[in-house]
């Protein structure tokens, strides 16, 4: 069992930056391959980052890709997403997830752990 919380929301301007973070606690994090997914008013949960267990590995959606990156500290049980350049499209509420599988996945359903969700809300 891996509990997730996700921090690091607010408001920001177009252009600006923001580092959200999912602590995590429970059993081997380290083993686990970490996602964040976002969800804005009316739409389906998206994809947007996901890290391996070792951080060797990370994966963008093409719409962050460039402007987002993936971090995690095992050593802290830690998982960052700095979001640089963001822009209004990014408005969501963010949710980290955990994965008990060594491989890298962008689908929902193929994600064991969630966090509650940080909104994060660009103005133009």
């Known amino acids: 069992q891996v509990q997730v919380v996700a921090s690091g929301g607010g408001l920001v301007q177009a252009g600006g930056s923001l580092r959200l973070s999912c602590a995590a606690s429970g059993r081997a994090f380290s083993r686990h391959t970490m996602g964040w997914f976002r969800q804005a008013p009316g739409k389906e949960r998206e994809f947007v980052a996901v890290i391996s267990w070792s951080g060797g590995i990370t994966y963008y959606a093409d719409s962050v890709k460039g402007r987002f990156i993936i971090s995690r500290d095992n050593a802290k049980n830690t998982v960052y997403l700095q979001m640089n350049s963001l822009k209004p499209e990014d408005t969501a509420v963010y949710y980290c997830?955990?994965?008990?599988?060594?491989?890298?996945?962008?689908?929902?359903?193929?994600?064991?752990?969630w966090g509650q969700g940080t909104q994060v809300t660009v103005s133009s």
């Open positions: 997830a955990a994965r008990g599988e060594y491989t890298i996945a962008t689908m929902t359903s193929q994600y064991d752990y």
